[in-house]
């Protein structure tokens, strides 16, 4: 028996879902990660978030490139389907995998090194293209798999672990995908579960490019003093500017807070956000208010989380190029292929 299994022992007291399903049926192998990585917390996270939402395993498609980031899916979800892909090449995988099958919820977990340096192109034109996915980037600003090295997003001025400064500017990924247009941009940390599960929720059910930076201390090589990616750090440093709730379409629409405090947004599903503003003036539906609050926020050296940025009314990549209804998986080659005489009709558009 393989070290990695999982012993199949449920405990009878595990609580099921609408689908019979306890959160033991959405785990995976066991992580090899460092003990305390941060990157377990957030495996935690999407098992939670997709055992609640009652999303049956196999429609998923999970999705990475290389980096301890990219080992994040064996670790989720057994039974969905999976691609590692190579280093920074998972955008172009997930662009092929839901022109093919718009029926697939598709995730996707990346890392800093995997997102902003060698699959930097990759994850703009994912952006630009509103593919219909969460992409959670994993950032704790090192190359973890080759000894700690500054990664694209370690701040100017942090040091390493043998003491050195990065003399570098950093590419945050918010602000870069809240240029490049996305339409849902949130950043959260690790160690704060209550924020993150309600935030992956809402990405899993947005329709369109869902991009979700999570602080991840790296706890070999930039769990420091010095470090601006340490638990330390982004505890005492972070700032949540709208608390969100995901309220599932099944479930009654309620709210504990006061009346005109709580900005709701209707999901493509039917589901719900609820965002209570916490910093003063914040509307997370104004994409240059949110860029300006964030740059803002980094000057002071203080972390932004939460939902940042959500516009429901933006068109997927299927949409935008007026893809048929039907999962093109399912369409008959005839249809698929329809011959030479229709391509050469095709064709007379570009001319």
Known sequence: MSYLAKPKVHHPS????ALGLTRRDYEGALSTLCAGCGHDSITAAIIHAFWELDIEPYKVAKLSGIGCSSKTPAYFLREAHGFNSVHGRM????TGAGAANRELIMIGVSGDGDSLSIGLGQLCHAIRRNVNLLYILENNGVYGLTKGQFSASADFGSTSKKGEVNEMTPIDGVTLALNLGATFVARSFSGDKEQLIPILQAGLQHNGFAFVEVISPCVTFNDHEGSTKSYSYTR???????EADFVPIRSEITTQYEPGSVKRVQMHDGG???????????????????????RNCQSEGEVATGLLYIDE???????????VDAALTNLPYSDLCPGSE???????RFR
Request: proline share 5%; glycine share 2%; net charge negative.
């Open 236 to 242: 005492e440093h972070m700032i949540e500017v709208v």
């Open 342 to 348: 229709a391509l050469a009709k095709l064709q007379l």
């Open 14 to 17: 595990l609580k099921p879902n």
């Open 91 to 94: 955008p172009s995988i997930a």
């Open 272 to 294: 719900m956000v609820n965002l209570r503003k916490v910093a003063e003036d914040y509307d997370p539906t104004d994409r240059d208010k949110a860029y300006a609050y964030i």
């Open 313 to 323: 009314n933006g068109k997927d990549m299927v949409e935008q190029n007026d893809v």
